[in-house]
């Protein structure tokens, strides 16, 4: 799978981008030890204007130093909020597919009842109420994630609780635990692992509009607060808040490509097209 989703353009391309942004933020404490709030020269010095590459912000902090702490921050939601969503989806999607009945009823019109709030004022309603932190807007995406993953399984494992082999599990007496967690889950996979790059560039854009709009955690550095701290200056020091913006539209644009190369070598046939 992995041979068929790098021999695409698109993955390949989604791959390179996104391993700029790990790099970064894997190069940021090597880099950059003073971390991201150390100011390093005069306020809205522009990018090659002074010592710092990308320039500096309103208190004369380096953007490059901010950049690649921020792709720490920025990913860490990412992958943190999109992994709680898959075991929590992947949970109630798989018991609600593979009991059936009065289970699946109760827990679909749970979905449902979570879909129908919208996701991102829901997100912020959560933070609000437990104070920013990163801990709960991750907390907080997630929550408001799970909903597409539990439906989508549910879907896969009605087709696959069907099947022989899970029919064969059961007459020799496997527990309908063990049959979810070793057989149907397993073998249901394939499209979840799909929507889980969507996940990833949703919550990274979801904590970006969350710091935008002042409920970011105030102690860390990530693009969204960036982009929060250049509103005030967007006319006259506009790059403040376009660089950490640029970054946030190619870190989701590699995520969708890279989703887009995955469906691709999972689809054969949308392959061939």
């Not at 981008?17 to 809205?44: E, H, N």
């Not at 490059?64 to 969503?85: C, D, E, K, P, R």
């Not at 049959?179 to 996979?189: C, D, E, K, S, Y």
């Amino acid at each position: 799978m992995l041979r068929r989703t790098l021999g695409t353009p698109k993955g390949i391309a989604g791959l390179a981008l996104l391993g700029i942004v790990v790099a970064m933020a894997a190069l940021a404490p090597i880099l950059f030890p003073m971390g991201p709030w150390a100011m390093v020269g005069r306020p809205y010095t522009w990018p090659g204007d002074g010592p710092a590459l990308l320039g500096t912000d309103v208190l004369g902090r380096d953007m490059t130093a901010a950049m690649f702490w921020g792709a720490q921050i920025s990913l860490l939601v990412g992958l943190v909020s999109a992994s709680v969503s898959l075991v929590i989806g992947i949970a109630v999607g798989a018991c609600a597919g593979y009991f059936g009945g009065r289970t699946d009823a109760v827990l679909m019109r749970f979905t449902d009842a979570v879909q129908t709030v919208p996701s991102f004022l829901f997100t912020i309603v959560i933070v609000a109420v437990a104070s920013p932190t990163i801990h709960s807007i991750v907390l907080a995406i997630s929550l408001v994630s799970w909903p597409a993953v539990a439906r989508l399984m549910r879907a896969e494992v009605l087709s696959v609780k069907k099947r022989e082999f899970v029919q064969s599990c059961r007459i020799i007496g496997m527990t309908d635990l063990r049959i979810i967690t070793t057989q149907v889950i397993p073998n249901a996979l394939s499209p979840v692992i799909v929507i889980a790059s969507v996940l990833v560039a949703t919550a990274i854009i979801t904590e970006a509009g969350l710091a935008f709009l002042g409920l970011g955690d105030p102690n860390v550095m990530s693009w969204g607060t960036m982009i929060n701290l250049g509103r005030p200056a967007i006319r006259t020091a506009w790059y403040i808040a376009l660089i950490p913006g640029g970054f946030v539209i190619l870190t989701v644009l590699a995520l969708n490509l890279l989703g887009d190369a995955i469906n691709d070598a999972f689809n054969p046939h949308l392959r061939k097209r």
